[in-house]
């Protein structure tokens, strides 16, 4: 049974820094696209951290660039997302999400473009 799940997300301040998990269970996360998405109430979920399963064309989202950070360790099966300075408007649930494919990682920070997904996790940044 193919799962991701997150961890990591929690209450922090402005000018903070969390770093998000996502296990992957029932299949090997090397070859795959992985995108952080995420959604603050009562908007939509927008893709910002997102790579293609080789790994060259990390794709940001312009107003997350350069504080936040998408990685993977194939070994651990496990892919991550450092953010750094975060802000009150990065209040939202964060969601990782996984499919097979070798486009652009633009193309994969699309939520129509990837087919597995974790539960997600909260992040509050609030003084």
């Known amino acids: 049974q193919v799962q991701l799940v997150e961890s990591g997300g929690g209450l922090v301040q402005p000018g903070g820094s969390l770093k998000l998990s996502c296990a992957a269970s029932?299949?090997?996360?090397?070859?795959?696209?992985i995108g952080w998405f995420r959604q603050a109430p009562g908007m939509e979920r927008e893709g910002i951290a997102c790579?293609?399963?080789?790994?060259?064309?990390?794709y940001y989202a312009d107003s997350l660039k350069g504080r936040f950070t998408i990685s993977r360790d194939n070994g651990k099966n496990t892919v991550y997302l450092q953010m750094n300075n975060l802000k009150p408007e990065d209040t939202a649930v964060y969601y990782c999400?996984?499919?097979?494919?070798?486009?652009?990682?633009?193309?994969?920070?699309?939520?129509?473009?990837?087919?597995?997904w974790g539960q997600g996790t909260q992040v509050t940044v609030s003084a």
């Open positions: 029932g299949f090997r996360l090397g070859n795959y696209a």
């Open positions: 790579m293609p399963g080789t790994n060259v064309g990390e």
């Open positions: 999400a996984a499919d097979a494919g070798l486009f652009s990682g633009s193309y994969y920070c699309n939520t129509r473009n990837l087919n597995y």
